[in-house]
């Protein structure tokens, strides 16, 4: 190797080191440092749980960038990655695989909040909290869909009706079951006569109606009663 070929690899090597020394990583915060932290200005707070979660309760200020949708590379690619980004989901796992990939498409500063919202709110900070509930009446069928989609659980859909005697048996049956279960299962009650263009688009001719869905794909379905012990372990199959 000649004198100027050895310089010129020193001087790579030297770059290469000096570039990678450079690079962000993911600095976990406290609530309390993390409240510091997005109350200054020019900056991003993003909530990466499901619509449903961030609906219910969240972080005044924060935009909502669920993970697990199939666009969340796309709208995080939209942000202006100079800006400090602070990310935060429920307890801080999924924020965390987040921020690393933030930190692997060229955001400039990442904070996770540790603990996410459960330690924020934990510490009594403020959360900003909705007032009405989740549209129920009058859905179509892009409106199903995307609540189907949205969750990162099991969705269990009842479609009944209120003149339906078998709904009013397997109803309590089924909200039991989903209120056990709610780690990972979101219950999604659908009454027909409220929502004419889902019960047509998909032709349900006859209810009581169970649907559980996956990754917004249908793995099961019950046409009419089912008791307790049989729902639970056709269902338990799927949980995990």
């Excluded at 190797?1 to 020193?10: D, G």
Aim: hydrophobic share 40%; aromatic share 8%; net charge neutral.
């Amino acid at each position: 190797m000649t004198l100027k070929t050895l310089i010129l690899f020193i001087s790579f090597a030297t770059s290469l080191f000096s570039c990678n020394s450079q690079n962000t990583s993911v600095k976990t915060l406290k609530p309390s440092d993390f409240e510091k932290g997005i109350s200054q200005d020019n900056i991003l707070l993003v909530d990466v749980r499901t619509p449903k979660e961030y609906a219910e309760k969240r972080i005044l200020n924060s935009n909502n960038v669920n993970i697990n949708d199939a666009h969340f590379e796309k709208q995080m690619n939209q942000l202006d990655k100079s800006k400090p980004l602070y990310l935060y989901c429920l307890v801080g796992a999924r924020s965390g695989k987040a921020a690393e990939w933030a930190v692997k498409n060229g955001f400039k500063e990442v904070y996770n909040l540790e603990g996410g919202i459960t330690a924020w709110m934990g510490e009594k900070k403020p959360v900003e909290v909705s007032t009405t509930e989740a549209k129920t009446e009058g859905l179509n069928f892009d409106d199903y869909l995307n609540h189907i989609k949205a969750s990162d659980k099991l969705v269990l859909v009842d479609f009944n009706a209120v003149w339906c005697g078998p709904c009013k048996i397997l109803k309590p049956i089924v909200q039991k079951y989903a209120k056990k279960n709610s780690a990972q299962v979101d219950l999604f009650e659908i009454d027909v006569d409220k929502n004419p263009e889902v019960a047509n688009t998909m032709n349900i001719r006859s209810i009581p109606l169970l649907l559980l869905y996956r990754d917004g794909k249908e793995v099961w379905r019950n046409k009419g009663l089912i008791d307790e012990n049989e729902l639970a372990g056709k269902l338990n199959q799927f949980l995990m």
